[in-house]
């Protein structure tokens, strides 16, 4: 089965500075890469995903880059605000099984 | 619209206890999924339905758990005499019918087995 790892498990920026985690996957066949983020006490929401037939992704503040031969993605989020503090979470699949990773806990510092 | 609902939201039990876990998912939706997340854990998938195909059970983690969907609708997921290793957050998304439309998460039912 499909295995994601995620790093790192925290990161803690300063208001205004930029924020990236990295995904690395194990099954060549995965297909689809969704990030999703969970506020404290919340719902995991969907804010970002990539298929593999695209290397790069942007929304606003958020980009997502996949490497297919690597076997990695990553998510980059620029300008961080506060509201930006959340667990993000990666994920992989080929089909409708979502592999997780195991998170990543983003603090933004006023 | 309305999105996916869980309920209870919060649920303490005695180990050897059986309980179960409703979830009701986005109107129009044909695929459920059950995951599970344990503290300081990802999600771990659990179990999918889609449609009147037969369910992929293969993320149960073992056979006290099951899970029915009824109407192709409402799902509940039951876990018989619960381990204190069951206690996480149990989460239910749903989405439409094709296999990598977005999933769209409840707010989770907290399991707690003493």
């Known amino acids: 089965g499909e295995n994601v790892e995620q790093h790192p498990s925290t990161l803690s920026v300063q208001e205004g500075d930029s924020a990236v985690i990295k995904c690395t996957y194990s099954?060549?066949?995965?297909?689809?890469f969704p990030w999703y983020k969970q506020e404290l006490g919340k719902r995991p929401q969907l804010i970002i995903d990539i298929r593999s037939n695209v290397g790069e992704k942007k929304d606003q503040r958020i980009a997502v880059t996949l490497n297919k031969t690597a076997k990695h993605f990553s998510l980059h989020i620029t300008e961080t605000q506060p509201e930006d503090s959340a667990v993000y979470f990666c994920?992989?699949?080929?089909?409708?099984?979502?592999?997780f990773g195991a998170g990543t806990t983003v603090t933004v510092r006023a | 619209g309305a999105g996916v609902s869980q309920s209870p939201s919060n649920k303490v039990t005695e180990k050897g206890k059986d309980v179960e876990l409703r979830c009701d998912p986005i109107s129009g939706h044909t695929a459920l999924y059950w995951y599970r997340q344990s503290l300081g854990q990802g999600l771990e998938f659990l179990i999918y339905f889609q449609g009147n195909s037969a369910p992929d059970k293969s993320g149960l983690p073992s056979d006290r758990f099951s899970a029915e969907r009824t109407g192709g609708s409402v799902s509940t997921l039951t876990i018989q005499r619960t381990q204190q290793e069951d206690s996480a957050v149990y989460l239910c998304?749903?989405?439409?019918?094709?296999?990598?439309?977005?999933?769209?998460f409840g707010p989770g039912t907290r399991l707690t087995v003493l």
């Open positions: 994920a992989a699949t080929d089909d409708y099984k979502l592999s």
């Open positions: 099954d060549s066949a995965s297909n689809y």
């Open positions: 998304a749903s989405s439409l019918d094709l296999p990598k439309d977005t999933q769209y």
